[in-house]
């Protein structure tokens, strides 16, 4: 029976990928508030034309998408995904434009391609072929598809508060996955938190001639100075009780981590650097991935950033720092030490001007969920590799106590997520609608 | 006779004013190289209207403009001005086009009307009104403008080195000046010197998703530790032999600062502060203005600045620095002696991309050319007010073994040079042309 649904994946590829360069036309940057309306409706329309019973949830930002298909089986299945994607800046390195989704040498670039909506064209396919051959879906299946994880899903939990009945599933696919520099495929089972935060500093009431500067408050003086009393030479980031309550990994984590390669090499090529901070490497390395909070700066900006010289001593400066966090943290929380630390430290001027976040969540390595997908996975792309947490970060501790969650995709270590030039393999998309379906199919018999 | 010509400015201020907003209509942005070539040819034809010997001098950038008149006269009488600009940015900040000069509440507003052209033009009309009203004019002139003083006088030296002759003068007009707060004028008798230079952290290849912000190097947190090791929180400037062989101010000069009242308050007020740097005041901020050098953050750039969040970790960081020298400094020096610094802090990653700068000059106090100016201001403004050195940088070294300079000009305290909004009033700018006739006259009587 499945390998009708299979075949049919198999025929109509470029009919899914017709969706997916739709989709991923429409610049939906949450981040901007662009083209979010209309990418809600079009998701809509998608989930509507599976014949799912899907809505429109509106929150205080971006709808929520749900799509529910009740089978009347004993397991339920769920998918998350987001519609938004990260801006495309700096629009002048890609290649081909960033909302005009290319395919060239076995790859379609566009942004939003690889996160995520890639993912979420292939689970609707995936539906959509038991649909259209006549198969019964053994499981029931919940979509929720939001339109906000770029901005860290502020307005996820405005949707979830409401709808706990809705979250609960025995099983659910994340957003997001994909193959390894070896190709083997790969899944997380967890994400780390994430507090992202606006610093500002405003010392006077305009640019001033920098020829002022030996006798008048420095705006990004003050923002450097600050930025840099938060971490030492060694990265560890300084502020008083960062670091309370974080529980080591644990011995069964270890011996799953024990096991994966992170291709050391293969990144330092990747990202084009000979070693890797404060020169981590092994063990140490896997540490910082698996089990350790980071902060780090996303942006800067003072003053005069354009061609040559202008002698100016900029009124303000202003900085984005995220931090990720690891579970038995609280972006709240950080939030407080990060406020002391700064006035304890004599920048009471530097005001965090706004900041968003959220905790981190793990599904236990043992559950028996995780092997639904790995026999799924073997079909197709044969091993799987089991990460216990990713180094990302996502709303995943809205739902850690209604449903397990596992994150697979059709991604891969050249896909740039969030830098220019984001793509996906075409037969990773192709191949991943066939996973998602042998999803389905080994979870109605679990 | 004089009075014929002060008659003449007097009836012909509203074509004057139409030659400035003729030039400051051009934006002639040294940084961006744009509008240099015609704004140089307006300068040009603005001199050969004058009568005199004019000439375009070709340099490595802007060229150098030139006009001479020659009375056979004893004394000679030198102007240098520019003819470039700053840049304009932040554009949303004017209230009106930064190219379009406006008229309103008895100033023009424009960049450049303060920094530089408008004084540019009340020298050229002060000579033009000897001219028209057919009075000989009692000392030769020479004009010397350029079109690089905002990205530090680059190439000047291209043409100063090649014509020393034509900078001997017996006394000359710098380029700027002004009222203070309580309306009386100002003039100054010597600049600081400038080093300026771009620093720039290259980390990775590319800006990458700042997940992985535990484990790869960060460009821009390299780039603020690097700020941040050059000066210490009393602004004290961190690299060793920084402040090597400075000489305190002199007896002489004590005795001068100590009859200028800086108007603290107003200067608080004005820049919307509470207090000066490190709580400055009294003598200890006159010491920071006239005898001591400084550094300033002109610009920060890192990463995503747009509205809202990117999780991104940027591959690259940038920064742009001034530093403000006193005399026995000199920019090479402190190029090497930061790049030590920098070599020696564990910032070897922190490139210096490029610098430029001069060293700082002074006209003697007790210079008998001084009191010209102080005669020739005292018939038409009152009281002037003479300044040891300006706290701001200019090319003035390249001509200190030729010439005396001292700096007038039509700016006042509400000027904003290099700041949107920039602006001079009517008034200082119809009587900033009589004080030049005026300093002709007196000079013709020296």
Redesign the interface.
């Known amino acids: 029976m499945i390998d009708e649904v299979l075949s049919f994946l198999d025929s109509n590829g470029e009919r899914a990928l017709a969706d997916l360069k739709k989709i991923a036309g429409i610049p939906s940057i949450?981040?901007?508030n662009e083209g979010i309306e209309e990418c809600s409706e079009m998701v809509l329309g998608m989930l509507e034309d599976i014949n799912l019973e899907a809505a429109l949830h509106a929150t205080s930002g971006s709808p929520v998408v749900t799509g529910l298909y009740d089978a009347g089986a004993s397991r339920t299945l769920m998918f998350y995904n987001h519609y938004d994607v990260?801006?495309a800046?700096p629009l002048e390195?890609w290649k081909s434009p960033p909302f005009e989704p290319d395919e060239r040498d076995g790859r379609i670039y566009g942004r939003g391609v690889a996160d995520n909506k890639g993912d979420l064209v292939t689970r609707i396919w995936a539906i959509k072929a038991f649909l259209e051959t006549g198969k019964k879906i053994p499981v029931n299946v919940k979509f929720v598809v939001e339109g906000e994880e770029?901005?860290?899903s502020v307005n996820l939990q405005d949707f979830t508060s409401k709808n706990e009945e809705f979250l609960k599933a025995d099983g659910g696919i994340w957003e997001f996955g994909g193959s390894d520099y070896d190709g083997v495929q790969q899944a997380w089972l967890g994400l780390?938190g994430?507090f992202?935060v606006?610093l500002e500093v405003e010392?006077?009431?305009?640019?001033?001639?920098?020829?002022?500067?030996?006798?008048?408050?420095?705006a990004?003086?003050k923002?450097?100075?600050a930025?840099?009393s938060l971490?030492g030479?060694d990265?560890q980031i300084l502020i008083d009780g960062f670091y309370d309550g974080i529980q080591p990994l644990s011995e069964a984590e270890w011996e799953a981590i024990d096991k994966i390669d992170l291709h050391e090499e293969d990144m330092k090529e990747?990202?084009?650097?000979s070693q890797?901070?404060n020169g981590?490497t092994g063990r140490n390395?896997k540490e910082?991935?698996y089990g350790?909070?980071?902060?780090?700066?996303?942006?800067?900006?003072?003053?005069?950033?354009?061609?040559?010289?202008?002698?100016?001593?900029?009124?303000n400066?202003s900085?984005?720092v995220?931090f990720?966090l690891v579970e038995n943290m609280n972006p709240l929380d950080v939030r407080e030490k990060l406020r002391k630390h700064l006035d304890a430290h004599?920048f009471t001027d530097v005001k965090i001007a706004w900041s968003?976040g959220y905790a981190a969540a793990k599904t236990p390595i043992d559950h028996p969920f995780v092997d639904v997908v790995r026999r799924a996975n073997d079909k197709v792309f044969g091993d799987l590799r089991v990460h216990p947490t990713?180094?990302?970060?996502g709303p995943l501790y809205l739902f850690k106590d209604h449903v397990p969650m596992v994150s697979v995709g059709v991604g891969d270590v050249e896909s740039?997520?969030?830098?220019?030039n984001e793509s996906i393999k075409l037969e990773n998309f192709f191949k991943g609608m066939d996973r998602i379906a042998l999803i389905v199919d080994e979870m109605g018999r679990w």
Chains 1, 2 share one sequence.
């Open positions: 949450a981040a901007k990260q801006p800046e390195l770029e901005i860290g780390k994430i992202y606006q010392k006077l009431s305009r640019n001033v001639h920098s020829s002022m500067g030996g006798i008048l408050p420095s990004p003086q923002l450097v100075d930025l840099n971490k030479p990265n990747e990202y084009g650097i890797f901070q981590l390395l910082a991935v350790a909070p980071s902060s780090s700066i996303c942006g800067l900006t003072s003053g005069y950033q354009g061609e040559g010289s202008m002698t100016v001593l900029p009124g400066a900085a984005k995220d990720r004599g968003e990713s180094s990302g970060s740039r997520s969030h830098s220019p």
